[in-house]
């Protein structure tokens, strides 16, 4: 799966990013949880996929949309 620099911003943004050049392991920022979302046939990520497994970003997305967040260039997935 290639990685495309929308989703690592969205990604950046969840406090998580991505260890692999293919996207397929994740680590949460905040707690160094790692882990791999089952893509789904094609390559499509399942809903949720960006979750940490700890729930460390789940439930925040209407609070990210409310508050102004200052966009940083991710570092990996440069291809
Ligand atoms: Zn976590």
Same mark, same amino acid.
């Given at each position: 799966?290639? =990685?495309?620099?929308? =989703?690592?911003?969205f990604l950046w943004?969840? +406090?998580?990013?991505? *260890? +692999?050049? !293919?996207?397929?392991?994740?680590?949460?920022?905040? #707690?160094?949880? *790692?882990?791999?979302?089952?893509? !789904?046939?094609?390559?499509?990520?399942?809903?949720?996929?960006?979750? #940490?497994?700890?729930? #460390?970003?789940? /439930?925040?997305?209407?609070? /990210?949309?409310?508050?102004? *967040?200052? !966009?940083?260039?991710? *570092? =990996?997935?440069?291809?």
């Amino acid at each position: 799966m290639k =990685v495309k620099q929308r =989703v690592l911003s969205f990604l950046w943004r969840k +406090d998580v990013e991505i *260890i +692999d050049t !293919l996207g397929n392991w994740f680590k949460c920022k905040r #707690c160094s949880e *790692i882990w791999s979302p089952n893509f !789904l046939t094609g390559g499509r990520q399942p809903r949720g996929y960006w979750q #940490c497994p700890q729930g #460390c970003n789940k /439930e925040e997305e209407q609070l /990210e949309r409310s508050k102004r *967040i200052r !966009l940083v260039r991710p *570092i =990996v997935g440069r291809s």
